[in-house]
């Protein structure tokens, strides 16, 4: 009676390795079939927060067209804002996910499309912002009173362009700190000029964070 109920206990032991192998080699395959639109697995820091800045030409249209992303960096507690131009970039314009970018209903952006941009940049982003060149040319306006001028082939040369103005509104905020965003009439903007996927009071947080007192933000904005 014990030898059978050995025996059992092996059969039901082997029967179960076999069953791990075979879960294990197949999820191992499905990983490696989705391997090329995975996120980038990398842990999340408190000290640092990376936000997707795209800008399109008419957010209010059904599939709006990509002029330019930026990442947008922020680090704390140093605190320090930085934007890096992605799109369009002389280096791997033709691997950029062009072709994934597409909006929701509810105007949200593609994950897939997310997922690409993260594998092409090695890095997560947490959250992204989507605003169209009205709301760029009314940020502008209202803290530096320049008008956002782009040359009719929005892609040729855009980041030169933007760098510009961006450099200026990054400017604006290290001289204003929290003031800054209080001179922004954003019923103006939002919704149909702006979305985001950051949450208000994550972006409160942020603000105060870029805001203190005893340490000025500094504000660095890369380009071509």
């Known amino acids: 009676m014990r030898k059978i109920f050995l025996i059992l206990s092996i059969l039901a032991f082997l029967s179960c390795l076999a069953a791990g192998i075979f879960i294990a080699q197949k999820s191992l395959g499905t990983d490696n079939q989705q391997g090329n639109i995975q996120e980038i697995a990398r842990p999340s820091s408190p000290h640092q927060q990376n936000i997707l800045w795209i ?18 960096i922020l680090y704390f507690p140093e ?23 597409k909006l929701t209903k509810a105007k949200n952006l593609n994950s897939r499309f997310l997922q690409r941009v993260a594998l ?3 890095m997560n982003w947490d959250n992204y ?3 169209d060149h009205q709301a760029l040319s009314f940020f502008t ?15 040729d040369g855009v980041i030169t362009i933007e760098r510009a103005y961006l450099s200026r509104l990054c400017d604006r905020f290290v001289e204003l700190e929290e003031s800054a965003f209080q001179q922004i009439q ?3 903007i939002i919704p149909d000029h702006w979305h985001s996927n950051l949450p208000f009071d994550e972006a409160i947080l942020h603000l105060e964070k870029l805001t203190y007192p005893q340490n000025p933000a500094k504000c660095e904005v890369f380009g071509e």
């Open 55 to 72: 800008h399109v030409d008419q957010l209010e249209k059904d599939q709006p067209e990509l002029i330019s992303v930026w990442g947008l």
């Open 79 to 101: 605190p320090k804002i930085i934007l890096q131009p992605i799109y369009p970039s002389p280096i791997g314009r033709d691997s950029f996910p062009l072709a994934d970018f």
């Open 120 to 122: 092409q940049t090695q």
């Open 129 to 131: 912002i989507l605003i």
């Open 141 to 155: 306006a209202e803290l530096t009173t320049d008008e956002v001028i782009f040359p009719p082939n929005q892609t």
């Open 186 to 188: 954003w019923r103006h």
